[in-house]
């Protein structure tokens, strides 16, 4: 699916006040992401600067006051590292950022250490394995976000921000074993 279509997906659900999406945080100004990119020294995907212009961040599969996947807006995006390990977090890239909080510890991680155009590495940021395995769940944004409001398992209540990454085909390990 494009973006484009995942995109109006969202903005039509909030407008619905559809717990599929809720939009939440601040859209970001190109200004913005450049100043950004500029100073984290990193590139952003394409399809991800895209929906932080048009969406900033959201909450997906909200029920009640639960949210399983909360997409953090450009202010909200951070090295990984120091949010699941604290001080001890040597070992994980500091490439590694979180996109995404599971509501449980856990993240959603774009490794932005070798980004074309809207190719990246998204990984299953699992605090009690990263940065030791480090499961790649998808290679774009887009892809990540199809996947993330298509699962049926959110769609009839079930599962947790975590395990449903289990059912798709996934890319390998990018775990520093």
């Known amino acids: 699916m494009k973006l484009s279509r995942i995109l109006k997906r969202l903005r039509e659900c909030d407008n619905r006040n559809d717990p599929l999406c809720k939009i939440a945080g601040s859209r970001s100004t190109t200004k913005e992401i450049i100043a950004w990119i500029k100073k984290a020294g990193l590139s952003l995907p394409e399809d991800y600067q895209e929906f932080l212009t048009e969406i900033g961040g959201c909450n997906l599969h909200q029920r009640t006051s639960d949210v399983l996947i909360r997409l953090l ?105």
């Open 73 to 177: 807006d450009l202010s909200q995006i951070e090295p990984v590292g120091p949010l699941v390990l604290g001080d001890d977090c040597d070992d994980v890239p500091g490439s590694w950022y979180a996109i995404a909080d599971l509501n449980d510890g856990n993240y959603t991680v774009m490794d932005l250490s070798d980004v074309k155009g809207s190719t990246v590495d998204i990984i299953d940021g699992f605090h009690e394995t990263l940065p030791y395995e480090a499961t790649i769940i998808a290679r774009s944004f887009t892809e990540f976000l199809e996947r993330a409001i298509e699962d049926p398992e959110f769609s009839v209540g079930g599962g947790n921000g975590r395990q449903f990454w289990k059912k798709f085909d996934c890319y390998g390990d990018k775990g520093l074993r």
